[in-house]
T-cell receptor
């Protein structure tokens, strides 16, 4: 079945460091790919998405490129801030029209130190 | 943008009671909504798919008699945790079809 694998955390970085959180997926066809962020005590917020191969999603300095050949969607940010501390979830939505039934990775906790 | 709300955001109840959680799509119609459960420090697990006007579809291992889902209108789905027990304590999150947005979640604590 479809699945998402994320790198295990926690990831601890100093402010202004470069961030990469790896995400690979297994799916039939061409799923849509997402990154969600969850701040402490809050629900999920959509961070960025990509719906087809080679698409690059970007938001708030975060980027991820849909790589069909490597079935990956790694999250990157050039310079993290303390406010980026959160749990990041990679997710996919199988190619079904009109619905968003998500399959999530286990989440990667990021802690950014001042 | 599309907004999904949940009510209540927090609920504490005694063991054996039932708790109802509402999920509303505020500015769009959703024929399908999804209910997820999140355990502490873990990922979201899909519990069931809520279909307007028909029965919900439950994922393997989820007790349909325990977690009653009603999707009575195009903007409202409810999840009722019946005869709740401490092991049902969790964070319940809904999402709506046609939108990549999730509700803010409902934290349930069963004493």
């Amino acid at each position: 079945g479809d699945s998402v694998t994320q790198m295990e955390g926690p990831v601890t970085l100093s402010e202004e460091a470069f961030l990469t959180i790896n995400c690979t997926y297994t799916a039939t066809g061409y799923p849509s790919l997402f990154w969600y962020v969850q701040y402490p005590g809050e629900g999920l917020q959509l961070l960025l998405k990509a719906t087809k191969a080679d698409d690059k999603g970007s938001n708030k300095g975060f980027e991820a490129t849909y790589r069909k050949e490597t079935t990956s969607f790694h999250l990157e940010k050039g310079s993290v801030q303390v406010s980026d501390s959160a749990v990041y979830f990679c997710a996919l939505s199988p190619p079904s029209s009109g619905t968003y039934k998500y399959i999530f990775g286990t989440g990667t906790r990021l802690k950014v130190l001042a | 943008g599309a907004v999904v709300s949940q009510h209540p955001s927090w609920v504490i109840c005694k063991s054996g009671t039932s708790v109802k959680i509402e999920c509303r799509s505020l500015d769009f119609q959703a024929t399908t909504m999804f209910w997820y459960r999140q355990f502490p420090k873990q990922s979201l697990m899909l519990m069931a798919t809520s279909n307007e006007g028909s029965k919900a579809t439950y994922e393997q291992g989820v007790e349909k008699d325990k977690f009653l889902i009603n999707h009575a209108s195009l903007t409202l789905s409810t999840l009722t945790v019946t005869s709740a027990h401490p092991e049902d304590s969790s964070f319940y999150i809904c999402s709506a079809s046609g939108a990549q947005y999730f509700g803010p979640g409902t934290r349930l604590l069963v004493l």
